[in-house]
């Protein structure tokens, strides 16, 4: 029993944070709001240390392997005669590493409040009640190791969703047979150029959250704002499978059993693409008094998967189902408020679902393509064209025209990320391109060519000058 108790501690989850219950009092000794860091031994605490500056350094060499690579192969190292001692050294470092991971794990075993976590996990991996539910829930951990608490299965056929939700996809260009197989011919080297681009730093460059890196850099301050979350608004962790396999990992803050005009409704919220929602725009609507579930893009903290269009949109839609199926929601209940790139799931899901009651969109674009134009060089346009519309196609205007509810569009006047010049350029913030394709669909026989001046000119003239604008046209 004892070392099948010390086996689960070597390959159980690092325990971060223990989040007490209301009704429990504070440990004697423990000071602060409703919960405690966890405090590891002296032994679990150095050889977590070691094995934390271990992944790291994978994590970088990862990063950085072609220009190792490239500098390895200049050297002459990259042959057998150096690959043989080399790979001996790597050995012996992996076995001290094995051996660090098991005095981590006697370490754990010997922690009492360790034990209790990880015989509480186990419980709810057999037996997924409420109650367990209610006890695991008290502790921040390795959210891989978390029980699914919802799944697209329960709501949906599979047969109908393996390739995952519809998307508008761009409109393919007609030609014949015999030109068609030429083209495709000619065309070969950029298709694979445009994959190796979009799926090596091109995903990277467009959503930063999914860093490895970035996220460690991120994780102290991650875990303060998970904490404000569960111990200041009772949030509650969910772990949401989608239909591609993807793990979602969101925050869900109740607010129906309070008398405020707003607690029925719930928001959901977007991120952006740097964005979590411990430290993202949940803070709004909570401040507010709404209900709200926040949800963490595919890659991001403890959401598994990456975050392409297809993956998020798979994402955006069991956050959705879960709302209405398990939290309980109707759809003309729910307000979807997303922040810059998070535009493009929030305008997904008002798409497929019309009945959702309102659209917020915050600092947000029409589309990527110009901006994505904007920070690679001009003799790369067709590559970069020919990437975006493949493979990163966050065409926000387009799914945003097929919902006939509310909108909000708020436009950041100093923003640097979604201006195609400069932020002083205040026209050339792709917001202003959203708010009038979207007035042009919604409204074709007004936006005649002179309402489309005056509109424009109302957006360049900004806050100081928009009403001297509006005298004027009226």
Known sequence: MAGWLWLRC?????????????????????AGRRGWDYLPRSLERHTDNILGWASALWSLSYYSSPLILCYLYRKGYICSSKLVPVSQYVGTVLVCLLGVACLRGWGRWRNPEYL??????????????????????????????????????????????????SLLKPEPKHRGATDSLL??????????????????????????????????????????????????????????????????????????????????????????????YEVGCMNTPLDGGYSVLGWNHPGFAGSTGVPFPQNEANAMDVVIQFAVHKLGFQLNDIVVYAWSIG????????????????????????????????????SWRPLVTHTV???????????????????????????????????????????????????????????????LRAVRQWLAAGVAGGGRVCVRWV
């Open 183 to 276: 083209s495709s011919v000619r065309t070969l080297p950029c298709h694979i150029i445009s994959y190796l681009v979009a799926h090596s730093f091109g995903r990277r460059m467009l959503y930063p959250g999914s860093v490895g890196l970035l996220q460690k850099a991120m994780r102290p301050m991650l875990q303060q704002g998970q904490a404000r979350l569960i111990e200041e608004y009772d949030g509650q962790r969910n772990k949401l499978i989608s239909c591609d396999g993807n793990e979602i990992d969101t925050m869900f803050v109740d607010r129906r059993g309070e008398r405020g005009p707003n607690s029925k409704t719930l928001v959901i919220c977007c991120e952006g693409n740097a964005g979590f």
């Open 10 to 30: 070597l390959f159980g989850p690092s325990l971060h944070r223990i989040h007490r219950p209301p009704q429990q009092p504070r440990p004697e000794g423990r």
């Open 389 to 451: 519309r493949q493979y990163m196609n966050l065409n926000n205007a387009e799914q945003l025209c097929r919902y006939q509810g509310p909108v909000l569009l708020i436009r950041r006047t100093k923003d640097e990320i979604i201006t195609t010049t400069g932020p002083e350029d205040i026209m050339s913030n792709r917001g202003n391109d959203l708010l009038l394709r979207l007035l042009q669909h919604r409204y074709p026989k007004v936006m005649t060519e002179d309402s």
């Open 343 to 378: 535009g493009f799931t929030a305008s997904w899901a008002v798409m497929s679902y019309p009945e959702i009651r309102a659209l917020v969109l915050d600092a947000s674009f029409d589309d990527l393509l110009p901006l994505a134009l904007k920070v690679m060089p001009e």
């Open 116 to 165: 209790q976590f990880i015989s509480i996990l186990e419980e709810t991996r057999r037996n997924h009640t409420p109650s367990n539910k209610k006890k695991l829930a008290s502790y921040d951990f390795d959210f891989s190791h978390w029980p699914a608490d919802f799944s697209w299965k329960e709501v949906s056929n599979p047969k109908f969703s393996k390739g995952g939700v």
